[in-house]
Structure formats: C-alpha cells, structure tokens
Nanobody
Framework: QVQLVESGGGLVQPGGSLRLSCAVS????????MGWYRQAPGKQRELVAI???????NYADPVKGRFTIYSDNAKNTVSLQMNSLKPEDTAVYYC???????????WGQGTQVTVSS
C-alpha cells in the first residue's frame, strides 16, 4: 500500500507564496506520473499540475506561470511551489501518484490552502 502525506498548507495573504510537499512511501521511480489536484467548496476536484516520469510537466491554465511542480527522488517527495496566490486558489490540495503497469492511483489526505486578507 502506498502512503502519501501532504504538508505545507495554511493561510496566506493574496500575492503570497506557499510550498506544498508530499512525502511518498515508495520510490518515485515506481510512478508514471505524480501530480497535485485541488478541490474548492462546492466544486469538483481538478488537476493543478502533473509531472511525468520522463520529466514533462503540465499545468492548469489558471496556475500557469505561478505554480511549479518538482520532485526530489532522493527524498521521495513531490512539491508544489505556489507564488502570487489568489483568493480563487483557496482549496484543499491533494497529492496523487499513478503507478506503472496497472495505472493504480493513490491519494493523500489533503492539505488546506486558504488565500485571504
């Protein structure tokens, strides 16, 4: 069983920055893709950013140029650097990984990000 534990959420003012981290219990080389999703109240969960095993990244249009996803294979962590935060970025953020082969997905428990003055 794969375990993912997110950290780094909190309350930040508009224009501020936060860095989310996801500690993964298994080597990152086990996964074809790693990503961050978010879910705001009353809305569906949506993709924020994804990082493939080949090193490619993809971002949702609302966060392009502001968020950066990256990994540390030595520490088995996937992080999301969020800059120039806006109130509309307020959501619970979830870490996700997809395995090679059977494409199993695993999720973290989520971390709350609130952008408010």
């Amino acid at each position: 069983q794969v375990q993912l534990v997110e950290s780094g959420g909190g309350l930040v003012q508009p224009g501020g920055s936060l860095r989310l981290s996801c500690a993964v219990s298994r080597s990152l080389y086990s996964y074809v893709a790693m990503g961050w999703y978010r879910q705001a109240p009353g809305k569906q969960r949506e993709l924020v950013a994804i990082l493939t095993s080949g090193g490619s990244t993809n971002y949702a249009d609302p966060v392009k140029g502001r968020f950066t996803i990256y990994s540390d294979n030595a520490k088995n962590t996937v992080s999301l650097q969020m800059n120039s935060l806006k109130p509309e970025d307020t959501a619970v953020y979830y870490c996700n990984v997809i395995t090679f082969g059977d494409r199993q997905q695993f999720w973290g428990q989520g971390t709350q990000v609130t952008v408010s003055s």
